[in-house]
């Protein structure tokens, strides 16, 4: 067998890059149908973010996760470690959103509500008002340094720290009283580890909106990578109608596109240019799409121009194209028993978790038996020792009765009133006695009995072990 000799190449000598060169992408900025429910949601999902963590409750802040005291604050409700549970069922429900709104409609999170997308959008409007459109924006970078460019530069970077370091002041004011927080910003006695999370967290919103943009969505997002796992040919996609569109190619607006051979698109680029992540639709599906829609405003505009019908990049699903079926028919479809399975199981986690906070008990008990051995009192009664830990949720100060039952005539031979502040917990020695001969000797079941002398509804039973010794 003849041998083809290989001549080795010396590896200085081998270009290679391990990561693709970015080019910089200068989107342009979309006005259109997509393009206003996307500010809607931006305004939306701001407002709530800057606006919450300055609404009072009861004289405190209604939403604050005070991890230094263990207490979350939700408006009325305040939760405790013990109530972790619900941030457990939180985070179900937020991954069986996601897998429902995938299944159905692709990566809408990823364009409407992401904060990558949000703050993205806002730092392109703020760069898009100083240094102009697209165009002015890539004049302006190749333009050498001049007095006029450093003022425009300053002012953008300026605007975007301003918002970045504000972000983060409210990001860490839900975690601070943030009233509080705000006076030791303006007097400069601000802690170490808030000082630390503030600056951290608005510089990381500074260098993903500002500078790493789609480079985020393309390589950190996991959500990109797993996202098609969700996805089937009855989910609704941003797709150009290739069969409509090709041949694509430039013409004159008075002459019959069809009787020259041509498809609709005019091959204007208008849809690449205002895409935020710099990719061209009309190459198919790629994981890069948000699906933000500013190609489907962008193209629906040069559609309009040209007297032909909207929609040749439209939302749609790949069977819908493939089959050519009718706007009812890909509806049905896009409802269809994957997506029901779905919005069933949330639902009934929505009820559960929703059922159980509206009877969720403001207090907590716990029963520690304390590990000394029983005691024989007066006449052969023995009696057994206690810890209780109790937490009262509520917000205003309460009074408990603390009772005993399972075993004849058991009672609490210490205190057993106990008055717990708002929002507070308390741990109480209790001594419960029995009577001679009143149970078996070993363990006995008793239980104990919390109740809030105001409001008797407000009371919870924790089952015990009562010693008795051989
Ligand atoms: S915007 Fe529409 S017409 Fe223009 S290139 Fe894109 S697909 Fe073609
Ligand atoms: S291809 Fe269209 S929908 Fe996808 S990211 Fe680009 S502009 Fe948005």
């Known amino acids: 067998m003849k041998t083809i000799p290989i001549t080795p190449v010396p590896l200085d000598e ?71 549970i619900y941030l457990s069922v939180l985070l179900v429900i937020s991954a069986l959103s ?79 009283p943030i009233h509080s927080l705000a006076e030791e910003v303006f007097t400069f006695t601000l802690g170490p580890w808030e000082t630390f999370w503030l600056l951290f967290y608005g510089f990381a919103t500074y260098g993903n909106a500002g500078f790493m943009r789609e480079q985020v969505c393309k390589y950190m997002c996991p959500y990109a990578r797993f ?51 710099g990719i061209d639709i009309r190459d198919g599906l790629q994981y890069e799409c948000i699906a933000c829609g500013a190609c489907i405003d962008g193209c629906d505009q040069v ?3 040209m007297n032909y019908p909207k929609g040749l990049i439209r939302y749609t699903t790949e069977h819908a194209l ?28 929505i009820l559960a978790a929703a059922l159980s906070l509206a009877y969720h008990v403001p207090l907590k008990v716990d029963v520690i038996r304390d590990r000394s051995v029983p005691k024989i009192v007066d006449e052969g009664a023995i009696e057994n020792v206690y810890k209780l830990q109790l937490m009262n949720t509520q917000e205003s100060a309460r009074q408990f009765q603390i009772s005993v039952n399972g075993i004849n ?45 105001e409001t008797p509804a407000v009371s919870v039973t924790e089952k015990a072990v009562f010693l008795v010794p051989h």
């Not at 089959?323 to 986690?349: A, N």
């Not at 001679?436 to 104990?448: L, V």
């Open 14 to 84: 081998v270009d290679m890059a391990l990561f693709e060169e970015r080019r910089k992408i200068y989107p342009r900025l979309q006005k259109g149908w997509f393009a206003s429910w996307r500010w809607v949601l931006v305004f939306f999902t701001q407002a709530l973010f800057y606006g919450t963590a300055w609404l009072s409750w009861n004289d405190r802040q209604a939403v604050l996760f005070d991890l230094v005291h263990r207490k979350f604050y939700i408006f009325g409700m305040v939760l405790w470690p013990q109530d972790f």
């Open 98 to 176: 996601l897998f429902l709104f995938t299944a159905i409609a692709g990566r809408l999170f990823c364009g409407y509500a992401c904060p990558q997308t949000v703050y993205t959008e806002i730092f392109m409007w703020i760069e898009n008002k100083i240094e102009g459109d697209r165009n002015a924006r890539m004049k302006l970078d190749e333009a050498p340094m001049s007095a006029s460019k450093l003022r425009k530069k300053a002012l953008k970077h300026g605007a975007w720290l301003v918002l970045a370091l504000w972000t983060g002041f409210t990001f860490v004011g839900y975690f601070t």
């Open 227 to 277: 996202q098609s796992a969700m996805f089937d040919r009855d989910t609704l996609i941003v797709t150009y109608d290739t069969q409509r569109g090709e041949p694509r190619g430039g013409r004159n607006k008075k002459v019959d596109y069809k009787a020259q051979g041509l498809g609709s698109c005019v091959d204007c680029n208008i849809c690449v240019q205002v895409c935020p992540t």
């Open 303 to 305: 559609m309009e121009k």
């Open 322 to 349: 493939d089959s050519g079926l009718t706007p009812k028919e890909m509806w049905q479809r896009v409802f269809r028993l994957r997506t029901l399975i779905y919005s069933g199981i949330l639902g009934l986690i």
């Open 409 to 453: 005539g058991a009672s609490i031979v210490s205190e057993s009133q106990v008055s717990l502040k708002s929002a507070s917990g308390k741990a109480v020695a209790v001594r419960v006695r029995i009577p001679a001969h009143a149970a078996e000797k070993g363990s006995n079941r008793i239980r104990f009995v919390v109740t809030d002398t």
